[in-house]
C-alpha cells in the first residue's frame, strides 16, 4: 500500500502535467501529511482534516476554508485508488468565496510603502532588500506575486531588459520587457546578495537570510505588516494580516493605470487589450475586462467611450 506521501508526489506531478503549478498546495498539504503523521493516522479523514485546517487561530476563516479545499482535492485523488480516505464535503466551514474589489495605489501609496520597506530590520538587511525590491517589481511590470518569486538568475536579462516568465498559469510562459529603471534595481539587488552569498547561476533569483529561496507567505506576512506601519491596515489586527491591500492588488494597480491612460489619451483600447493581455499572461482578453468592471474610474471611462463590456475571471 502507498504512503500518503507517494500518493501526494503522484498528485503533484499529475496535476502539473495539466498546467497548473501549484507551489502553495503542494507545499500546504505536505504540512497537512507531517500532521496526519502526528496524528498516527494513514488516512485521510474529515475530523482531523477540519482540525488541521483550523490550527491556525490568527488567520480569516477564509484561510481555513481554502485549506480544508485543498484537503479535499487531494483526498478525491487518493478515494479513487483508496476508499478509507475520507472526502470532507464542502462548505463544512459555511464561508463562501467572495471576490473583493481589488485596492488601487495612489503613487503616494506606493512611496510610502518602499520606504517603509526599507527600512533596516535585521543583520543581513535582507528582508527589507527583498521587500522593497519585490514590491517595486511588481508595481513597475504587473507580474502577479508568484511569477515574481518563482524567477530563477537566467530568468533575468539584464543586457536585454527581459524577464523570462516560465510556465505561468495555465502553463504559459511569456518575455517580460522591464524598464531601465527596473533592470538598475535588479542589479542592486543581485549585487547585495552576491555580497553575503554565493549562489549558484541557476539558483532563485530572491533570496532568504541564509540564502535558499524566499518564502513567498513570509513575504505577504511583512507585507501585511507594514502596510499597518503605513497605515493601509488597521492597527487593531495584532498578529493577522486581516483584510486590506494585498501585493497581488499592486499587478491590478499596473494593468488599471495603464487602461485609464489610454482611455485619457483616447487611444483605442479595444485594439490596444489584445497587448495588455498578453503581456499580463492572461488566457484570453476576456480576462482583462474585469479590470474594467472591477473599477468604478475605469468603467465609467469605458461606457464613456463605448467600450463593448465582457465578462471573465481575473488572475
Known amino acids: 500500500m502507498k504512503s500518503l506521501q507517494a500518493h501526494l508526489v503522484e498528485y503533484i506531478a499529475a496535476r502539473r502535467a495539466l498546467g497548473t503549478r501549484l507551489e502553495e498546495p503542494a507545499q500546504t498539504l505536505r504540512h497537512f501529511i507531517k500532521f496526519l503523521a502526528r496524528k498516527r493516522s494513514a488516512h485521510i479523514t474529515t475530523p482531523l482534516a477540519l482540525e488541521w485546517s483550523q490550527e491556525s487561530k490568527n488567520v480569516q476563516r477564509a484561510t481555513w476554508a481554502r485549506k480544508l479545499s485543498m484537503v479535499r482535492q487531494f483526498a478525491r485523488w487518493v478515494h479513487a485508488v ?159 494580516c486581516g483584510r486590506g491591500p494585498r501585493l497581488q492588488d499592486l499587478r491590478h494597480t499596473f494593468a488599471t493605470r495603464r487602461l485609464v491612460e489610454w482611455y485619457r489619451a483616447r487611444e483605442n483600447v479595444t485594439a490596444q487589450l489584445p497587448k495588455l493581455s498578453t503581456y499580463l499572461g492572461h488566457s484570453s482578453v476576456s480576462c482583462t475586462y474585469w479590470y474594467i468592471q472591477a473599477v468604478p474610474e475605469l468603467l465609467a471611462l469605458a461606457t464613456e467611450f463605448k467600450l463593448p463590456s465582457s465578462r471573465g475571471g481575473h488572475s
Open 82 to 240: 483508496d476508499p478509507r480516505h475520507q472526502i470532507p464535503p464542502p462548505r463544512l466551514l459555511g464561508v463562501r468565496h467572495h471576490r473583493n474589489p481589488p485596492h488601487i495605489y495612489s503613487d503616494e501609496e506606493i512611496a510610502a510603502l518602499m520606504a517603509e520597506a526599507a527600512k533596516p530590520d535585521s543583520d543581513t538587511g535582507m528582508r527589507s532588500l527583498n521587500l522593497e525590491t519585490i514590491i517595486g517589481l511588481l508595481a513597475a511590470t504587473g507580474l502577479r506575486p508568484g511569477e515574481a518569486f518563482a524567477l530563477k538568475r537566467g530568468d533575468v536579462d539584464f543586457l536585454a531588459g527581459i524577464l523570462m516568465i516560465r510556465e505561468s498559469k495555465f502553463g504559459k510562459s511569456r518575455q517580460i520587457p522591464i524598464h531601465p529603471s527596473t533592470v538598475r534595481a535588479l542589479k542592486h539587488y543581485v549585487r547585495r546578495c552576491d555580497q553575503m552569498f554565493c549562489p549558484p547561476g541557476e539558483s532563485c533569483f530572491f533570496l532568504s537570510d541564509h540564502g535558499t529561496a524566499l518564502d513567498a507567505s513570509t513575504v505577504r506576512r511583512w507585507f501585511c505588516q507594514i502596510s499597518r506601519n503605513c497605515g493601509l491596515r488597521g492597527k487593531s489586527e495584532g498578529h493577522r
